[in-house]
């Protein structure tokens, strides 16, 4: 039954198909002209897919991740202060020297005459390159009363705290404040962390 549903759909297929015209050809002995192949359009469809995937899109721009933006130089601002001022502080007053000392098997009297030098030195310094002020201008050992909403940067309240301020007690010290800090400036190369350079005799 299956081969005769078969011979039927071939029969209509020739008679009304495009087959019709080369089994003529293989009748009269001629070599039939067969269509193209439904494949090559495909082959050419893949072959404009396979062109379109090769050449390079252009890039849409609300897409483009832009590159990195190069960091800033870095300028001389705090921490070049610090080192500049540490530097003289040891120039002017051996004050790293000092710091560095282990000064636990010295007696009173040794330690504090080399404190006399590191004072004057240091003293010269900071008159030299900055200018500081009292943060609160008040006699140490008086009374202060600490105002509602204070800055704890500039006053820390310390000893039995309790509730809320105003609080009434005594200035045990008035604070210091950096109003102008003039350093010299650093000469092209040079190591800031360097605070103090070695010597050598020769």
């Known amino acids: 039954m299956g081969r005769i549903i078969l011979a039927f759909k071939w029969f209509f297929r020739i008679l009304f198909g495009p087959g019709y015209s080369q089994i003529q050809q293989l009748e009269a002995g001629r070599t039939p002209q067969f269509a193209e192949p439904e494949s090559k359009s495909l082959q050419i469809s893949h072959q404009a897919t396979s062109d379109a995937a090769v050449k390079p899109r252009t890039p849409d721009p609300a897409l483009t991740v832009a590159p990195p933006e190069k960091p800033p130089e870095k300028k001389e601002g705090t ?66 009363q600490v105002p509602s909403g204070f800055d704890p940067h500039r006053i820390r309240v310390v000893g039995n705290v309790v509730g809320n301020p105003p609080f009434s007690g005594i200035l045990r010290h008035h604070g210091w404040r950096v109003v102008k800090l003039k350093l010299p400036s650093t000469p092209p190369g040079q190591d800031l962390a360097v605070i103090a350079p070695a010597e050598v005799e020769v």
């Open 79 to 144: 921490d070049s202060s610090a080192l500049k001022l540490l530097a003289i502080l040891q120039q002017e007053g051996r004050f790293i020297d000092f710091l560095q000392e282990d000064i636990s098997s010295y007696t009173d009297e040794q330690v504090g005459g080399a404190v006399r030098t590191i004072h004057s030195g240091c003293r010269k310094a900071i008159v030299e390159y900055a200018t500081v002020e009292a943060v609160l201008q008040g006699e140490e050992g008086g009374p202060y």
